[in-house]
């Protein structure tokens, strides 16, 4: 069965680095594209960025624009977020979530949790 | 970047009652929009996409329409297990992914 579990959250400095990844079993992340959506405590949820089936083709949120990219290995079916230059503001459940061809997001991952503060 | 607003942001109805959730679009979306369940401290759920296709398992309860930029979801006979922040979202590929700002809906 489908499954996508994050994992690399945890307690981060201002102006440091995380890395977020997000494991995918039961579909193959070439068929559909992936994207990113986090939720700061008790906010919306705010969409990030995405990455196509293909993986050709990137978009990000202005507010995560030059500071994140999304990448991934194929060959461990692994989605990642690499994130710098980290903000109070980036403090958010982080959640990796499939495309279903545009059908909207019909598998989510459980979230993991990124606190920046020093 | 389109804009994305609902309304109302939070509503209070009783078991049985019908509940309407607006969405707008500040451009045209023809109908790439889909709408979400998030229970609370529970991961969002995928309800309707395509303005008004329901997602494979979700309460017949649960109904969308619309097109352009105007957009609702209805819940036909509210349930206690509805309990939820309900997001609309834009999915135009030619635009960010944005989510609208959400709907608090409790039981009255």
């Known amino acids: 069965q489908v499954q996508l579990v994050e994992s690399g959250g945890g307690v981060v400095q201002p102006g440091r680095s995380l890395r977020l990844s997000c494991a995918a079993s039961?579909?193959?992340?070439?068929?559909?594209?992936m994207h990113w959506v986090r939720q700061a405590p008790g906010k919306g949820l705010e969409w990030l960025t995405v990455i196509s089936s293909d993986g050709n083709t990137k978009f990000y949120a202005d507010s995560v624009k030059g500071r994140f990219t999304i990448s991934r290995d194929i060959s461990q079916n692994t989605l990642y977020l690499e994130m710098n230059s980290l903000r109070a503001e980036d403090t958010a459940v982080y959640y990796c979530a499939k495309d279903d061809h545009n059908h909207g997001y019909d598998y989510w991952g459980q979230g993991t949790l990124v606190t920046v503060s020093s | 970047d389109i804009q994305m607003t609902q309304s109302p942001s939070s509503l209070s109805a009783s078991v049985g009652d019908r509940v309407t959730i607006t969405c707008r679009a500040s451009?045209?979306?023809?109908?790439?929009l889909a709408w979400y369940q998030q229970r609370p401290g529970k991961v969002p759920k995928l309800l309707i996409y395509a303005a008004s296709t329901l997602q494979s398992g979700v309460p017949s309860r649960f109904s969308g329409t619309g097109s352009g930029t105007d957009f609702t979801l209805t819940i036909s006979s509210l349930q206690p297990e509805d309990v939820a922040t309900y997001y609309c979202?834009?999915?135009?590929?030619?635009?960010?992914?944005?989510f609208g700002p959400g709907t608090k809906v409790d039981i009255k």
């Open positions: 979202q834009k999915y135009d590929n030619s635009d960010p992914f944005t």
């Open positions: 451009q045209g979306i023809n109908n790439y």
């Open positions: 039961g579909f193959s992340i070439t068929t559909y594209g």
